[in-house]
């Protein structure tokens, strides 16, 4: 038996593995994906859908098998009218699916800088939006911007938000422990359930966070709280501890189960921190 014989052999006896492995992958990342663009409830409508469906096919109930006939394509175009923000937020997600490459995370200490800035200008009640992306390039993000290339420090943050400067209201992007751009513009959150509140920083910060896997840092002008927003949700008013924490968790997931111990309230904020949707 040749070895090209062989390697089919063993082929043949790998392929339902790698099958299956690859069928579970991609429904994981589709779930991943319905969830972190709030489109569960589509595939939820298309579900009840098909459920009324073959509840008439099953019973036979052709008065109501011809009504959903003739309704179907009007349907499909009601649900992509309906669902446009939840359907456009999934193709700008499949579009930026390549993997954005950040170098080397944020250190420990590089952290500590942004999260240091980030209590001095909450004392200060001066405004700041800091961006960290992960795996979604957002280079069209940091094209709106000036872009600084600089090394990542307390002092520079606290510069740019700390003075009515031309890059005081907009974002500041920190990736591969650099500031890449400051100045940038942020999409708006197209959620209805926002605090009436909360200004253009919070809702540009749950907008970044809708349409990327990015974390985002905001510090409040009017109440000097501190904030984080990731995966369409707003953590509001943590402290500097909690918000360092939860970005090295984050960042860098591979910080998880080093020893480090985390304070009670830190522990509190996976489960019990208020969230937009309360």
């Given at each position: ?93 499949l579009g930026q699916g390549d993997l954005f490459k950040l170098g080397?995370?944020?250190?420990l200490g590089q952290l500590e800088a942004a999260v240091t800035a ?9 405004g700041a939006l800091v961006v960290f992306p992960r795996k979604v ?142």
């Amino acid at each position: 038996m040749t070895w090209y014989q062989k390697a089919g052999e063993l082929y043949g006896q790998f392929r339902p593995v790698l099958d299956i492995s690859l069928l579970a992958f991609l429904l994981y990342k589709a779930y991943d994906l319905l969830v972190k663009t709030q489109a569960v409830q589509l595939v939820k409508g298309a579900g009840f859908l098909a459920l009324i469906y073959g509840i008439a096919y099953l019973f036979k109930l052709s008065t109501l098998q011809w009504l959903l006939n003739i309704l179907a394509p009007g349907l499909f175009v009601v649900i992509a009218i309906v669902f446009q923000p939840e359907l456009r937020k999934i193709i700008i997600r499949l579009g930026q699916g390549d993997l954005f490459k950040l170098g080397d995370k944020p250190r420990l200490g590089q952290l500590e800088a942004a999260v240091t800035a980030a209590e001095i200008l909450s004392q200060q009640r001066r405004g700041a939006l800091v961006v960290f992306p992960r795996k979604v390039n957002i280079r069209n993000i940091v094209d709106t911007g000036t872009r600084l290339n600089a090394d990542l420090s307390s002092s520079l943050i606290v510069t740019v938000f700390g003075f009515d400067g031309p890059l005081h209201d907009g974002a500041l992007v920190i990736f591969g422990g650099r500031i890449a751009a400051a100045g940038c513009l942020l999409p708006l959150s197209e959620q209805q359930d926002i605090r009436k509140s909360f200004g253009t920083r919070h809702r540009a910060a749950l907008g970044m966070s809708e349409q990327s896997d990015a974390v985002i840092l905001v510090v409040s002008e009017e109440t000097g709280a501190i904030s984080l927003a990731y995966e369409s949700k707003l953590f509001y008013d943590l402290s500097p501890l909690e918000v360092q924490h939860k970005l090295k968790e984050l960042l860098d997931r591979r910080v998880r189960g080093s020893g480090e111990e985390k304070t009670d309230k830190a522990v509190l904020l996976q489960t019990e921190t208020a969230v937009l949707d309360e």
